[in-house]
């Protein structure tokens, strides 16, 4: 079929970053679904490092359009129109497609907008010249979903009839006499349809970087064969017991908001964050050894982090005397994919490097305005000298790179045994989408609030006839024997080392 013909539904969210766009993805997929249209997927570094599951071809391997913007361009071409790829994006996204206003905003959690697309789209206002109309007439449909929609997924009745086990799994309709910690699909593994459909085939980008990866870490290649396809497993590695963290400090360079998270009132909750982010950590470490020691194997903590020069020596410090503290990326490699720099973001930079303050400095007026220092005492604010710097490069060439390397840091984040991020990281949440996947080993996601608050996501018995039990171990064998489950720890004499 010639793809001109076809009937598409876009997930179009490269604007921003990966976390909020792959947690916009899996609605995407759903909507697809929802509305009979194949899934199709820009985004650039995506498209780079995973291959279609459905590509006939080495040509088709990266047209996650199913050649659409392919065709596009050759029937210009035979106009006597050649258009450069920004054109030509620009062509697809604002004049040939139409966008799905299901919400105007990122995140679509209100029920009546819901209601309104399942419930009022009858025969005679498809028969209309109207929004309904044009979903089900038009060729592509952007769906501007850059966020996450719990309310989506559970209302969809069309997912109960296609997969209702599932289905039940994710509204608790399986579980009688209330909520049972020990079964359920939780909420950060509501996307796992769509990601075990899209994270099957790692390019050969892919392949290249996380064989890379293994060696400045120490890993040995995987012998053939023993992953489904190659780069499948990540860094997964038999007989080492892989425990990731995440932090995302947003320092000053890696990112125009680095200048408004460093100072005034998010500043300060970035420092209280990381004080409970390595206190977790340190006390993670430690049950995550006993667990490798029990299953026979050894420790490696990674550590990813968008601030290496201020944090990865802290990891070493405290974190070392438990196991391997390793880094997968050169410390040139970290940035920022889709940062946005202008002119003025540069000159906030500069500036605040040149004075040692970010005193007046804002890269977002509405932050700046609710950044104030109100309520916290003099003494305990962040000094406006205290901010971190990540000073990369940042030329469009260098911006490739580094959401080439973001990615595949993503990818090897979801290969671990147990993933550590922290409230603000959809970088870590959707990684551990995809590590508690069927794709994934990951047996344990926490998602750090603060200091005595932390949520814990395990993995499903998904290979089994029940999908909402839910279990300590991918490996069935360390199910009873060497599990891992949540310690309850004493947070007092910790909260007094801030």
């Known amino acids: 079929m010639d793809p001109l013909d076809g009937f598409y539904m876009q997930h179009d969210c490269h604007y921003v970053g990966w976390g909020n766009s792959v947690r916009g993805f899996f609605v995407s997929a759903f909507m697809a679904m929802l509305t009979g249209r194949r899934l199709s997927i820009y985004h650039s570094q995506f498209n780079r490092m995973f291959s279609s599951p459905y590509a006939a071809s080495h040509e088709q391997e990266q047209e996650w359009d199913w050649g659409y913007q392919r065709r596009v361009a050759e029937q210009e071409a035979q106009a006597g129109r050649t258009l450069s790829p920004e054109n030509l994006r620009n062509e697809v996204e604002y004049v040939l497609a139409s966008r799905w206003d299901y919400s105007p905003v990122a995140h679509a959690e209100k029920l009546e907008k819901w209601q309104q697309w399942t419930q009022h789209m009858t025969d005679e206002q498809l028969q209309d010249e109207s929004r309904f109309k044009r979903l089900f007439t038009v060729p592509l449909v952007l769906t501007s979903m850059c966020g996450g929609s719990k309310t989506f997924i559970q209302n969809m009745e069309c997912l109960k009839e296609v997969l209702p086990q599932y289905h039940a799994c994710i509204t608790g309709a399986s579980q009688q006499g209330g909520p049972d910690p020990s079964r359920g699909i939780p909420h950060v593994s509501h996307a796992a349809p769509a990601f075990h459909f899209s994270f099957r085939r790692p390019s050969p980008l892919m392949v290249e970087n ?289």
């Not at 406006?384 to 060439?397: A, M, T």
């Open 210 to 498: 996380l064989a890379l990866v293994r060696s400045r870490v120490g890993l040995p290649p995987l012998a053939v064969g023993l992953e489904p396809l190659p780069g499948r497993w990540g860094l997964r590695t038999p007989g080492v017991y892989l425990l990731a963290l995440h932090f995302r400090s947003i320092p000053v360079g890696f990112e125009p908001l680095g200048v408004d998270m460093q100072q005034g009132v998010q500043g300060r909750a970035r420092k209280v964050m990381l004080h409970a982010f390595w206190v977790h950590a340190v006390k993670s470490a430690e049950h995550a050894k006993q667990i490798a020691s029990c299953r026979g194997e050894e420790l490696m903590i990674y550590l990813a982090t968008d601030d290496p020069f201020n944090l990865r020596h802290v990891a070493q410090e405290k974190l070392g005397h438990i196991g391997r503290v390793v880094f997968g990326l050169d410390v040139d490699d970290v940035g920022h994919m889709v940062p946005g720099w202008t002119e003025k973001h540069h000159k906030n930079v500069q500036e605040a490097l040149r004075t040692r303050s970010l005193h007046g400095l804002h890269a977002d007026p509405n932050l700046a305005r609710s950044n104030q220092e109100v309520d916290v005492p003099k003494h305990r604010r962040l000094s406006h000298k205290e901010f971190n710097v990540h000073l990369g490069d940042r030329s469009e060439s260098a911006e490739v790179r580094h959401g080439d390397w973001s990615m595949t840091e993503w990818f090897v984040l979801s290969s671990a045994h147990w993933l550590i991020g922290h409230s603000g990281s959809a970088f870590a949440e959707t990684a551990g989408t995809l590590g508690l996947s069927p794709l994934g080993a990951m047996e344990r996601f926490d998602m750090i609030h603060q200091l005595n608050f932390q949520t814990t996501s395990y993995r499903n018995d998904w290979d089994s006839d029940d999908m909402c039990r839910v279990v300590h171990a991918a490996d069935p064998k360390w199910r009873e024997a060497c599990p891992n489950v949540k310690i309850n720890y004493t947070w007092k004499n910790d909260s007094d080392e801030l």
